[in-house]
């Protein structure tokens, strides 16, 4: 305070030293306050509300606004605002580059009017215009720029004095810790909340893996169509019944079953029928064991039981339950029809001491029983020395009919009315070096169930019209009877292959006879109609073989275009002794003949029989004991010396031949 001064002066100086000090207090106080309030915020865009409302109370601006530097580097935004139209401009972004913003980042230095002097003439003019309404000071971060606070229009004054620019500094560089900090917290929630989504991405993703997982161990271990366990599985749940069982010292079961003309039913009523059949036989099954036992299915008609301390009785026992449960006809696309099954059974530890060896004599076993058509067959070491693997037999027939290793013979059918041998069935037979002859009852299977079979008729069929045809050319009138399988009459290719080896065979007389199995009732009957007609039509007759032993009435048999039936030899060998077979014979013949059909018995094995036969008015026999199946040269010799008549061609037709 200078000497000079006049006492109203200095009362004036006074009062305004007074107001000064009591502004700064204001202003002290409204920092302050600021830098507690913003101190405990963590929100970023609360934090620059706050900012932006002290501020402009700080400098009595009109508007205040608070431009925030982009993460781009290329932008900024009005993230906050107060006053007039801040709330139009709040939100709205611009280049970095432009406005006094622009200025203010460029040059790291408050914007005001006083910084006018400092320009040069033509920043000056360009800025002069806004330069005195206009107030900005830009937020520093750790050496970073972060944005600035601006001020538009000072309330009751023309502009902003240097004091308000002091005051906005100071404010700007407290404040701007608190909005470092905000971002920084922004970035970490961010950072958090990312971290958050990928783990729960990553427990998801997780939890799909699983289940993903779970799904593939099912595919891997469990049968798709049946839902039991596999092959894979049925192997690794035997080898740890193995292992209890050697703990426990008790023996443990293996049953191996196959479903018995399985693959008719699949090649005559179609895969799905098949898939369904499996299904209902997997139920029956499964309803047969406790909890301790496993069935699974091995694949195709296949099935594997493990039954852990089961005695030989107890087995026994399951395996004539597991046969009864398929005694009920199966109902599948409207139709009824049975399958048997064969059942071979081996036991731990007796039987073989690992889980190979057990399989493989379960499924030996199961093979003998198939063959003999026992049922169910407990293995037997000393009958397995004699039984090749179906396996190795499989491999030698394959190479049995690239060499056409087979032989046919031939077994003789008298007609009981006229008493003469008016024809013969073709019966394989497989000759092999080590095995002797195998029967057909052996390898036929294989062949079916390989595919071969197919071929296998072609040949068979080639064979006996050639035969037929030798005959015709020695004056003999013979047919000759083919059995003949459904993979034939289902395969579309056969109609034309089998018209071709007939005009090969240049018959004088039509004399080709085809055995089928009653499967063939099982059929899609159009089809297998239509293929029958036309056949017909070539001279082929038909005869279904095995008649009875298979589900199917005589009704559907009317609507075939078939000649002749074949008593199956299990009625026919007993029929003198047991009563219902000769009612079963006897209701069969009349039957037959009302539908206009010719009735052969086949397994004749005595005269009595034979006369019981004829009685009955049946019309023709084959059997033993007319004549076993007979090579050719045999056979030539049994035609001389036989007591029946054999019929003769015409001489002219002979000749022909
Ligand atoms: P199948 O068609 O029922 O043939 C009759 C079978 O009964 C023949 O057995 C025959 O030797 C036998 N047999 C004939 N008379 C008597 C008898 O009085 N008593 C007894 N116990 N048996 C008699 P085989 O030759 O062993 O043939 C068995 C089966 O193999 C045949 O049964 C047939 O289903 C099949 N088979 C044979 N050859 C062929 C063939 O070339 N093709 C096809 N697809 N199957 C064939
Ligand atoms: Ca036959
Ligand atoms: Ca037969």
């Given at each position: ?28 106080e409204l ?13 970023l865009?609360?934090v620059l ?7 402009r ?5 009109e508007?205040?606004l ?5 993460e781009?580097c290329r ?6 605002g ?14 970095l580059?432009?406005?006094?913003c622009?200025w ?9 009017r006083?910084m ?5 003439e ?18 520093m971060?750790?050496g ?14 023309e ?5 308000d620019?002091?005051?906005?500094t ?31 991405d ?10 993903i997982?779970?799904?593939l ?7 798709q ?21 050697q ?30 059949l ?24 296949e099935?594997?039981?493990i039954?852990?301390?089961a005695?030989?009785?107890?087995a ?17 696309e ?7 099954a ?5 036991f731990?530890?007796?039987?073989g ?21 026992d ?5 037997n ?5 004699f ?10 027939l394959?190479?049995a009919?690239?060499?056409r290793?087979?032989d ?19 019966l ?5 070096s ?18 071969m ?6 040949w ?6 050639h ?10 009138d013979?047919?000759?009877?083919v ?10 290719r056969?109609?034309?292959q089998?018209?071709?080896l007939?005009?090969r065979a ?22 297998v ?30 609507k ?9 030899q ?11 077979d000769?009612?079963i014979?006897?209701s069969?013949?009349d039957?037959?003949h009302?539908?206009?059909l ?12 034979l ?14 004991y007319?004549?076993?199946p007979?090579?050719v ?5 049994f035609i001389?010396?036989t ?13 022909s031949?």
């Open positions: 305070m200078s000497k000079a001064e006049l006492p109203g002066d200095r009362e004036r100086r006074l009062q305004e030293l007074e107001q000064a000090l009591s502004d700064r207090e204001h202003e002290l920092l302050k306050e600021t830098a507690n309030a913003v101190g405990g915020q963590l929100d865009d609360t509300q706050l900012i932006a409302d002290r501020a109370r700080l400098i009595q601006a508007t205040l608070i431009p925030i530097l982009d781009n932008e900024y935004t009005y993230r906050a107060a006053g007039k139209n801040a709330e139009e401009i709040i939100g709205e972004s611009l280049p580059n432009y406005g006094v622009g203010v980042w460029r040059h790291r230095r408050p914007w005001w006083g006018l002097d400092e320009l040069t033509v920043e000056r003019n360009r800025w002069e215009r806004e330069a005195g309404t206009l107030i900005m000071v830009p937020l971060g750790k970073h720029f972060l944005g600035g606070i601006a001020g538009i229009n000072k309330i009751g004054a502009e902003f004095s240097r004091q620019l002091n005051l906005l100071l404010f700007a560089s407290q404040v701007s810790i608190a909005i470092e900090n905000a971002m920084a917290y922004a970035e970490l929630a961010k950072a958090k909340s990312e971290a958050e989504a990928y783990q729960s990553l427990s998801q993703l997780n939890s799909e893996l699983t289940t997982n779970k799904e161990e099912r595919i891997a271990l469990y049968d169509l049946t839902g039991l366990p596999n092959r894979l599985l049925i192997q690794d749940r035997l080898q740890q019944a193995l292992f209890a069982a703990r426990g010292n008790y023996q443990v079961a293996v049953m191996m079953v196959d479903l018995d003309s399985f693959k008719e039913v699949n090649d005559t009523l179609g895969h799905d029928a098949g898939d369904q499996l299904k209902q036989v997997s139920e029956r099954f499964s309803a047969e064991l406790r909890h301790t036992d496993t069935v699974g299915r091995l694949g195709g008609d099935f594997a039981l039954i852990p301390g005695s030989t009785e107890i026994a026992q399951i395996a004539g339950n597991l046969l009864k449960s398929l005694d009920t006809e199966f109902e599948i409207n139709m009824r029809f049975s399958v048997g064969s059942i071979g059974v081996a731990y530890p007796e039987d001491a690992d889980v190979a060896t057990v399989l493989k004599h379960a499924d030996m076993a199961m093979y003998i029983a198939k063959r003999n058509h049922g169910f067959t407990l293995y070491a000393e009958e397995d020395s039984q090749p693997g179906r396996l190795t037999m499989a491999t030698d394959r190479q009919m690239v060499n290793e087979f046919m013979h031939y077994q003789p059918k008298i007609d009981l009315r006229t008493g003469a041998l008016y024809g013969v069935e073709a394989a037979r497989w000759p092999h080590e095995r002797g002859f195998v029967r057909p009852a052996e390898f036929v299977p294989i062949l079916e169930h390989t595919g079979i197919r071929a296998f008729s072609l068979a069929i080639e064979r006996g019209l035969q037929c045809a030798v005959w015709q050319g020695m004056g003999l013979l047919t000759v009877a059995n003949l399988s459904m993979q034939n009459l289902l395969d579309p056969f109609p034309d089998l018209i071709n007939i005009e240049k018959l004088p007389k039509p004399g080709l006879v085809l055995e089928i199995t009653e499967s063939v009732f099982l059929s899609e009957h159009s089809k109609r239509g293929v029958l007609s036309l056949l017909q039509k070539q001279g082929v007759s038909f005869s279904i073989d095995d008649f009875g032993t298979g589900h199917s009435s005589l009704s559907r048999l009317k075939l275009p078939v000649s002749e039936l074949k008593i199956d299990s009625f026919v060998k007993d029929m003198e002794q047991d009563r219902d000769a009612i014979v006897r069969t013949i039957l037959a009302n539908l206009g010719q009735v052969i018995a086949e397994g004749v094995t005595n005269e009595s029989t006369r019981l036969l004829t009685d009955m008015g049946c019309d023709m026999a084959q059997g033993f007319i004549s076993r007979l090579p040269d045999e056979f030539h010799f001389e010396n007591r029946w008549k054999v019929n003769k061609l015409p001489l002219s037709a002979a000749r031949g």
